[in-house]
């Protein structure tokens, strides 16, 4: 069985480009429009996990034919956005053209200068933006570009673009990490089995798939049970061929007195321990001769890391994008909270596979619920398979509150 072919796990982009544009209700002479906009949001997969805090987007750029003359993704905090790379490949015959951007154009001076500014200077005719930059101090661009007598329009592809942009937009909203829950599991819902064994529950293409998403990721969170019991080295291995080096994640680990080993493979430079008062200052002092950066935050319930408290301090960091590895303690903790999940999205692989066993855990730990009717529910599910494995990916349910970062740009 091959993955299957209505979608791309993570990505938002539709395989089946003739149902996105009936369903976006296009006429046939604005094909280019779909067909430079899907490929600026394909560009934009460049830039995931190495554009933070700023947004990964894409752009594509036309001479007044309508051909292509450049392209260009988000560069790292500092360096240039995605209009200026694709203008700066299209040079003078950007004039009279077309952008295509996945994303507003910013108006303010961050950073960078405001992308409107290079638009201008770059004399284009017109642009199409996915979606609006919900960033209060960038979303005066389109009025900018309009002011400046370029002709405007927004999409197509909004939603495509704003699946997208999903992180981006939920930490500006809430000043905390997307939270992407990964766990892989047997057909009997096991993610080891009694003796603790988990290596490997799915087979090589799912692991891609996992490796993938770790690289679009800005930070990787697992329990300190986790790095006991597997010692993972939580890195990023990107099969030959992938078209870049994988980028590997900030990678955090929760452990409330510190008993992260100093042997354990993710003892080092990259890594994150977040920790409570409990840690003892000599493992402390050691670890941090090692390159672990030691994160002391507030004791929650039963004296263990509080969470809000944690991704508050990641979101601070322009941590965009979290991908939670488990285990099972850490995701009911994030699972079943009394405000509403800490999770944003599941990606739940589960292996044509039965081991059996009262004592083998599963995915999610904790009390759980006492009755179906109080389960908590996924929306906007997809299921994806990759050889004989199936990952299901959906979205909780989030409460709109808490306060607005704001875009470094
Ligand atoms: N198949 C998969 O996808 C997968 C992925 C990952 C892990 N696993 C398996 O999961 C098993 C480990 O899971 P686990 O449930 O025992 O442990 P875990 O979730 O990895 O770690 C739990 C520990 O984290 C610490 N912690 C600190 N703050 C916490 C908080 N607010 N909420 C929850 N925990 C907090 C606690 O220890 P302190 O009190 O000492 O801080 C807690 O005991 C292993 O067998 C591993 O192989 C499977």
Redesign the pocket.
């Known amino acids: 069985m091959q993955e299957d072919t209505t979608s791309s796990p993570g990505t938002g982009r539709e395989d089946k480009p003739g149902e996105q544009a009936a369903a976006s209700g296009p006429g046939p002479e604005e094909a280019p429009a779909f067909r430079f906009m899907r490929r600026a949001l394909e560009v934009s997969l460049l830039a995931r996990g190495r554009s933070s805090p700023n947004p990964a987007v894409g752009a594509v750029v036309t001479d007044a034919a309508g051909n292509p003359v450049g392209e260009g993704c988000t560069q790292p905090p500092g360096q240039a956005h995605a209009e200026v790379m694709a203008l700066r490949l299209a040079g003078e015959k950007a004039r009279g053209g077309t952008l295509y951007v996945t994303l507003e154009p910013c108006s303010a001076y961050g950073r960078t200068p405001p992308c409107t500014k290079a638009i201008i200077e770059a004399g284009i005719g017109r642009v199409y933006y996915a979606v609006q930059d919900p960033n209060p101090r960038m979303h005066r661009g389109a009025q900018v570009l309009r002011e400046a007598g370029i002709e405007v329009i927004e999409g197509p592809l909004t939603q495509e673009a704003a699946v997208s942009h999903e992180a981006f937009f939920h930490w500006l909203r809430t000043g905390k990490p997307f939270v992407v829950a990964k766990?892989?599991?047997t057909l009997d819902g096991k993610?080891?089995t009694r003796s603790?064994h988990?290596r490997w529950?799915t087979g090589p293409r799912s692991r891609e798939a996992v490796h993938r998403l770790r690289d679009e990721s800005d930070a990787i969170m697992?329990?300190?049970?986790?790095v006991l019991?597997?010692d993972p080295a939580l890195t990023t291995r990107l099969e030959t061929g992938a078209g870049r080096p994988g980028c590997d994640p900030l990678r955090v680990i929760?452990?409330?007195?510190g008993?992260l080993p100093l042997t354990a493979r993710v003892t080092g430079p990259g890594t994150l321990l977040a920790t409570t008062r409990n840690m003892a200052g000599a493992s402390r002092q050691e670890l941090e001769a090692k390159g672990v950066e030691v994160l002391v935050l507030p004791a929650?319930g039963?004296?263990?890391?509080d969470?809000d408290a944690l991704l508050e301090a990641l979101g601070q960091r322009g941590i965009l994008q979290l991908m939670v590895?488990?285990?099972?303690?850490?995701?009911?903790?994030l699972v079943f909270n009394p405000t509403g999940p800490r999770i944003n999205k599941v990606w739940a692989f589960i292996a044509p596979k039965l081991v059996g066993g009262s004592a083998a855990?599963g995915?999610v730990?904790g009390p759980g619920v006492e009755r179906m009717d109080s389960a908590l529910t996924l929306e906007r599910v997809k299921y994806h398979s990759f050889d004989s494995d199936l990952l299901i990916e959906g979205y909780f349910h989030q409460p709109v509150n808490g306060q607005a970062a704001l875009s470094e740009s």
């Open positions: 766990y892989a599991m993610i080891a603790g988990s529950i697992v329990g300190i049970n986790t019991l597997d929760v452990d409330s007195k008993r929650g039963q004296g263990r890391v969470l590895e488990g285990g099972g303690s850490l995701l009911a903790s855990p995915p730990g």
